[in-house]
């Protein structure tokens, strides 16, 4: 059974950042791909990027602000954001693909507020 817990949301000014962790537990971490995506107030949730052996990809909304990285020794995934905006407010989730595939655990997601 794989675990994923997000932490490091909260309230931040526009263009202020923030980075969030997502840990996981359960599995061997480092074989899997590890996606971020966000639901906004009334809105369907959205990919935000993930990081795979072939590297990282993002959504074109926060390409260049926006990054992914990994410390496979501490089964941890981060997601930087940079110059943040009102528009990214929403509930940021961390998922992993064991087949590279279909995303099939999720945490329980961490809260972003971007104030203006």
């Known amino acids: 059974q794989v675990q994923l817990v997000e932490s490091g949301g909260g309230l931040v000014q526009a263009g202020g950042s923030l980075r969030l962790s997502c840990a996981a537990s359960?599995?061997?971490?480092?074989?899997?791909?590890m996606g971020w995506f966000r639901q906004a107030p009334g809105k369907e949730r959205e990919f935000v990027g993930d990081?795979?052996?072939?590297?990282?990809y993002y959504a074109d909304s926060v390409k260049g602000r926006f990054s992914i990285s990994r410390d496979n020794a501490k089964n941890t995934v981060y997601l930087q954001m940079n110059s943040l905006k009102p528009e990214d407010t929403g509930i940021y989730y961390c998922?992993?693909?064991?087949?590279?595939?279909?995303?099939?655990?999720w945490g329980q997601g961490t809260q972003v507020t971007v104030s203006s």
């Open positions: 990081i795979t052996r072939r590297g990282t």
């Open positions: 359960g599995r061997t971490f480092s074989r899997y791909a």
């Open positions: 998922a992993l693909s064991p087949s590279g595939g279909a995303y099939d655990y």
